[in-house]
């Protein structure tokens, strides 16, 4: 077998959700467990949250009878909403929250013969292009649901597009346009997702969305997840599967486009992008090895990536690697591969094997 694995901590999901719980007093959330839950593993996710979450939050049907399966009470958020009448009857068969972004969705609504009702979430726009209605389209179909049969609930959920850049000129403007609704009757409003949670106040209504936060991911570039007193669930280790010696000049890689500069000691390790370790990972991205840090090198190949050893001289072969997690952290491989932490969990494969631990 592979000695490759990400090791899942839960403690650590459950200690995150619990700073989501302090930064909004007396709020409901929504835990965001959508493409599986950031590739942590749904199952266990809402196992692990199953009597702390008041909900959770998907991107589909598929996600939302999976989520059901595991939790027969929770509210459960479908993201995107329905297309057709059928997936509307399966909606409410799961007994869902649906939100409806489009005027579309919302005749289909009407159209259809539904029971029980459903709990809907009228999606507004807030200045930004995206899913979403028009304000004046809210208030139109506010009207027109408000009394329908096929609506159990009417609430409203908005967005913050500059959340995540806390001195996002946009950002104001975009509270300013959400409360010009609140004179609307609605049963509930959401409007925070991980980052409005952590830093905008303002944004707490009725319902919290916090996503990546959850994970421990930073949804800042400013701030770490350290800093926001988060802690890291996933940590990816690898293996040294060998060391090479290799002279100055030698090239180095699947590709040979790397060349030593000096006599250098090469360790290779059992990951490579096929595995969801990023491709683009670019030499200098940081790797612990036996807890002391080295840098890639070399272009990350299908199974193997390369680190420069020439500076620990006692590490051999099987010694451990961390590549991203408790004491490595995600943003910063990110940022040497040009992507973001959310995406590298997200992208990790099913052939690396996970193991969840509790404390």
Known sequence: MRALQATINLAALRHNFAVAKRCAPGRSIFAVVKANAYGHGVREVVTALHDDAEGFAVSNLHEAAEVRALHGTARILLLHGCATLDEYRFAAQLQLDVLVHSAQQAEQLLAADLSPALRIWLCCTLGVYGLGLDHAAVRAWHGRLQQAPQVAELNLLGQLAGAARRDHELLEEQLEDFSDLLDLDFNARSLADSAALLTVPASHMDWLRPGSLLYGLTPFADLTAA???????????????????????????ADGSWQATRPSRIGIVNCGYADGYPRQARSGT??????????????VGLDLLYVDLTDLPEVGAGAEV?????????????????????ELVTQLSGRVARRYRYA
């Open 286 to 299: 940081p790797v612990l090895v036996d807890g002391r840090r080295v840098p890639l090198v070399a272009t």
């Open 322 to 342: 961390e590549l991203w997690g408790e004491n490595l952290c995600i943003d910063e491989v990110a940022r040497c591969a040009a992507s973001v932490a959310t």
């Open 227 to 253: 800093q926001l007193g988060l802690r890291a669930v996933m940590s990816l280790h690898g293996q040294l599967l060998a060391v090479r010696d290799v002279p100055a000049g030698a090239s180095v890689g």
